[in-house]
């Protein structure tokens, strides 16, 4: 059985400060140091030294300096991969609501045999009623109040879409029919299997939520395995592997776009990131384009 430790107790800035220096972190200033260490917190920090150490001791060359263009790096990766991740869903719920509305009606979410027959299915399809009935009646949204007021708050899956996260459009088509997920992804990405591309949207919303709640993206494994062909061959747990996502699910002029901020980004910081602790070896550049 394992022993249980004592919360660790209370400490100031300057005695955080002072234990990274007594670690072997280099401070160049300790004034500018407290300073960050008032913004940023501690243990939000640290994560980004992680790579810098060995045990508790830091390395020869590790520097505060380095740990702060790190966490730098790191918020602006996230905003890039917010604005790809974006383009993404809002193409999804187009073809999805379209797709769904051709094949079953504008109001054809709202009945559970338009869905998977199992029990995992109908427990989805429940809760997902109850929950979007809730925000129906919570929402402010021009569109929702006009819904509420002139359609007994029905609101068509076109309109239903807009007051969904990605989380709920990737168990949407999770627990849709196999011939209905067919479909869509027949028709947005040609060649591209229903069961995979159901893996891709509950990893890319796990990437989206990542950054939207502002947690590390790099030197992170993620609790998620992305399904990739045997011929694909990349850390199926690190960055790499969603960034190869994004490159399949945009459109050509989006990944472009993505492409060019990254390899600018990278470039920025490349006194301070290793390529390997986001999943990237050697020649990289060449895969990744």
Not at 61 to 66: E, L, T
Not at 111 to 121: A, I
Not at 264 to 276: A, K, N, Q, R
């Amino acid at each position: 059985m394992s022993s249980v430790h004592t919360p660790k107790v209370f400490k100031t800035h300057e005695e955080q400060l002072e234990i990274l220096k007594q670690r072997g972190l280099k401070v160049d200033d300790d004034t500018e140091a407290l300073n960050t260490l008032k913004k940023i917190n501690y243990y939000r920090l640290t994560g980004y030294m992680l790579t810098m150490k060995v045990n508790d001791e830091f390395h020869s060359d590790a520097s505060f300096n380095d740990a702060v263009r790190l966490h730098n790096f790191d918020e602006k990766l996230r905003r890039i991969l917010l604005r790809a991740i974006e383009s993404i869903e809002i193409s999804f719920k187009a073809q999805l609501a379209y797709s769904f509305a051709d094949t079953y009606g504008p109001l054809g979410y709202l009945y559970s045999e338009n869905f998977n027959h199992d029990e995992k299915s109908e427990n989805f399809h429940r809760g997902f009623i109850e929950k979007l009935s809730k925000t129906i009646m919570n929402s402010s949204d021009l569109f929702v109040v006009h819904h509420r007021n002139h359609y007994n708050s029905q609101l068509p899956i076109w309109g239903a879409v807009e007051l969904l996260t990605m989380g709920n459009i990737s168990k949407f088509y999770k627990n849709m029919h196999s011939k209905d997920k067919k479909a869509i992804s027949k028709s947005l990405y040609n060649g591209l299997s229903h069961a995979v591309l159901s893996n891709w949207l509950e990893a890319i919303t796990i990437l989206r939520n990542t950054c939207a709640h502002y947690s590390r993206v790099y030197n992170k494994k993620f609790a998620f395995s992305i399904r990739l062909s045997q011929k694909i061959k990349l850390n199926n747990s690190k960055l790499v592997s969603f960034i190869y996502i994004l490159k399949i699910l945009l459109p050509e002029h989006e990944w472009s776009r993505f492409l060019n901020s990254f390899l600018v980004l990278t470039e920025e910081y490349d006194d301070v990131i290793e390529m390997h602790h986001m999943g990237f070896y050697d020649n990289w550049k060449e895969y990744i384009n």
